[in-house]
T-cell receptor, first 113, second 115 residues
Framework: AQSVTQLDSQVPVFEEAPVELRCNYS??????LFWYVQYPNQGLQLLLK??????LVKGINGFEAEFNKSQTSFHLRKPSVHISDTAEYFC???????????FGTGTRLTIIP | KAGVTQTPRYLIKTRGQQVTLSCSPI?????VSWYQQTPGQGLQFLFE???????NKGNFPGRFSGRQFSNSRSEMNVSTLELGDSALYLC??????????????FGPGTRLTVL
């Protein structure tokens, strides 16, 4: 079964510093990959997605992610974070076998002023 | 376009009771999925409905059920509530998930507390 691993449960970062949130997936076949963000007391919002094509995907709010097939990774990056980026971030992978979206356990990003 | 709406936003029930949660998808979206979010288990897929039919199902007991109406609105029901059912229940809608994931748009969730 496909799985998604987010190794870092919490990541504290100083404001205006860069950040990378790690995501690894397990799959021997093609994958669709997503990053979602959840602000406090809200639902999930799509940040970006990789379906095919360029391995560097740009999303909303200045975030981008790079699909690396050899390392089965899809890490999320932002060059300079703001207080408003404080949220929980979820990586997800679409499983073509059972047509379900599998989520990682999430990474809580805390921005330090 | 209005987003996905879920009602109620908060709910408190006691063990043994049943509960019904409602989800109104984005206009034109025909697929509705439900997820349970807990601190321990994270986000887990409950089921997906399309054109009033359950098309996919996660690994939850039969106490969890759902349905979809002709206007694509969906409800989920949990019978005989247990303490472990306390969670944030998220609804997501999309045009259609068949053949690959269309972007899912999530509602704000219903927070269920079972006492």
């Amino acid at each position: 079964a496909q799985s998604v691993t987010q190794l870092d449960s919490q990541v504290p970062v100083f404001e205006e510093a860069p950040v990378e949130l790690r995501c690894n997936y397990s799959s021997s076949v093609s994958v669709y990959l997503f990053w979602y963000v959840q602000y406090p007391n809200q639902g999930l919002q799509l940040l970006l997605k990789y379906l095919s094509g360029s391995t560097l995907v740009k999303g909303i709010n200045g975030f981008e992610a790079e699909f690396n097939k050899s390392q089965t990774s899809f890490h999320l990056r932002k060059p300079s974070v703001h207080i408003s980026d404080t949220a929980e971030y979820f990586c997800a992978a679409w499983n073509f076998g059972n047509e379900k979206l599998t989520f990682g356990t999430g990474t809580r990003l805390t921005i330090i002023p | 376009k209005a987003g996905v709406t879920q009602t109620p936003r908060y709910l408190i029930k006691t063990r043994g009771q049943q509960v019904t949660l409602s989800c109104s998808p984005i206009s034109g979206h025909r697929s509705v999925s439900w997820y349970q979010q807990t601190p321990g288990q994270g986000l887990q897929f409950l089921f997906e409905y399309f054109s009033e039919t359950q098309r996919n199902k996660g690994n939850f007991p039969g106490r969890f059920s759902g349905r979809q109406f002709s206007n694509s609105r969906s409800e989920m029901n949990v019978s005989t509530l247990e303490l472990g059912d306390s969670a944030l229940y998220l609804c997501a809608s999309s045009l259609d998930l068949a053949g690959g994931p269309d972007t899912q748009y999530f509602g704000p969730g219903t927070r269920l507390t079972v006492l």
